[in-house]
């Protein structure tokens, strides 16, 4: 299985985190199931921008974004090459690093 090392971030994982993911499921639903609490407004839908990770390492094993990920990723807060939305990120056979972004463009969180 590969793991997925969430850096640390003071909201949503203080000390980091190294997840075990599955193959075929979402860098966001392998966070959620680890009690990682990524803002996701749309439910998933590729419709905002709040689950906006960078993926620092591993970003080559994620099949391309398509261009309704792209447009939204357009209006991300600190944009990166390496930026995907993590509803739509599908974890593949390799190891992911990944860090969540100080900020997001939503400015109050939705409680999922």
């Given at each position: 299985m590969p793991?997925?090392?969430f850096l640390p971030h003071a909201d949503h994982c203080p000390e980091g985190a190294v997840v075990e993911a599955r193959v075929g499921e979402t860098v966001l639903d392998a966070?959620?199931?680890?009690?990682?609490?990524i803002?996701?407004?749309?439910?998933?839908s590729c419709a905002c921008t709040t689950c906006h990770v960078?993926?620092?390492e591993g970003f080559a094993?994620?099949?391309?974004?398509?261009e309704?990920?792209?447009?939204?990723?357009?209006?991300?807060?600190?944009?990166?090459?390496d930026s995907r939305l993590s509803c739509q990120a599908v974890v593949a056979n390799a190891d992911l690093v990944v860090e969540i972004p100080k900020?997001?463009?939503n400015q109050?969180?939705?409680g999922h």
């Open positions: 793991q997925i090392v966070a959620l199931r680890s009690g990682i609490d803002e996701h407004a749309c439910e998933k960078v993926i620092r094993s994620l099949e391309a974004s398509d309704l990920e792209d447009d939204m990723l357009d209006k991300a807060w600190g944009l990166e090459p900020y997001t463009i109050v969180s939705e």
